[in-house]
């Protein structure tokens, strides 16, 4: 079993910055993608980015793609995620996942965070 903690949700205005941390315990493999998601009221969760623990290709949904980026620091099974230039629509609870899955931007990850909210003011 994974667990994940994610932390660094909060309120900024539009044009502002956040990072947002994943910390994973328990047993995990370099193989497993780290992922993120994201929730806004009312709407289907939708793929934001994901990268393996082990490196290699980092993906991004369309509507992220140079101005969020992911990061890890291995040694500290953390993962991150710098959102900069947000705007309102960016707004939702965002999870971090894990596991092994054929394709990254799936939603059938098996290992989930409790989820931490991003509200961008206007």
């Known amino acids: 079993q994974v667990q994940l903690v994610e932390s660094g949700g909060g309120l900024v205005q539009a044009g502002g910055s956040l990072r947002l941390s994943c910390a994973a315990s328990?047993?995990?493999?370099?193989?497993?993608?780290l992922a993120w998601f994201r929730q806004a009221p009312g709407k289907e969760r939708e793929f934001v980015a994901a990268?393996?623990?082990?490196?290699?290709?980092?993906y991004y949904a369309d509507s992220v793609k140079g101005r969020f980026t992911m990061s890890r620091d291995n040694a500290k099974n953390t993962g991150y995620l710098q959102m900069n230039s947000l705007k309102p629509e960016d707004t939702a609870v965002y999870y971090c996942?894990?596991?092994?899955?054929?394709?990254?931007?799936?939603?059938?990850?098996?290992?989930w965070g409790q989820g931490t909210m991003v509200t961008v003011s206007s």
């Open positions: 990268t393996r623990w082990s490196g290699g290709n980092t």
């Open positions: 996942a894990t596991g092994f899955l054929s394709d990254p931007r799936d939603t059938e990850y098996p290992y």
């Open positions: 328990g047993r995990t493999f370099d193989f497993y993608y």
